[in-house]
């Protein structure tokens, strides 16, 4: 079993916050406008249901600083 997480890559990242736009149920902005996770994970999951928006979100960051990446999960 595997789950969709969001990589942010913080050297890439210019902030501005984008991101947090397009994924709200995902994404806040911090008080610079860099993303952080509302769930507070480092990689937050990205839930099936909200897939397509993670890829947008993807597609559309300026500094290609976001990955969607798959964990397996040893459950
Ligand atoms: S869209 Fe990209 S560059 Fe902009 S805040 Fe999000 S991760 Fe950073």
């Known amino acids: 079993m595997s789950e969709n997480r969001l990589h942010i890559d913080w050297t890439a990242c210019d902030g501005r916050g984008l991101c947090a736009e397009l994924l709200p149920e995902i994404l806040v902005e911090d008080d610079w406008g860099y993303p952080l996770a509302r769930s507070g994970e ?31 999960l040893n459950r």
């Open 42 to 72: 480092v990689r937050p999951v990205v839930p099936a249901a909200l897939r397509k928006n993670a890829e947008r979100a993807v597609d559309q960051c300026p500094a290609l600083a976001l990955r969607l990446v798959g964990e397996i």
